[in-house]
């Protein structure tokens, strides 16, 4: 049996049409690597708090976050 190999940066796979890794066949050729590195983490912890403050349920006994993607899932 074969293992599916993924793209150490953005986990797109190998099998993947029209990608292309390099030559240690560890990373595609995608811009995945560059976007994350421009992205402001702080900003989106920030963000990100703020937002559970707004939906929290006050006095509630514990609480659940469900992260979906908004497309199929
Ligand atoms: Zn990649």
Do not use: Q
């Amino acid at each position: 049996m074969t293992r599916m190999r993924y793209c150490s940066t953005c986990i797109l796979p190998h099998a993947r049409p029209n990608i292309r890794f390099d030559t240690n066949g560890l990373n595609c050729n995608c811009a995945a690597a560059e976007k994350k590195a421009a992205v402001d983490w702080a900003g989106r912890e920030k963000m990100f708090r703020e937002l559970v403050e707004e939906t929290r349920i006050k006095g509630a006994r514990y609480d659940c976050i469900i992260p979906v993607s908004g497309g199929k899932d």
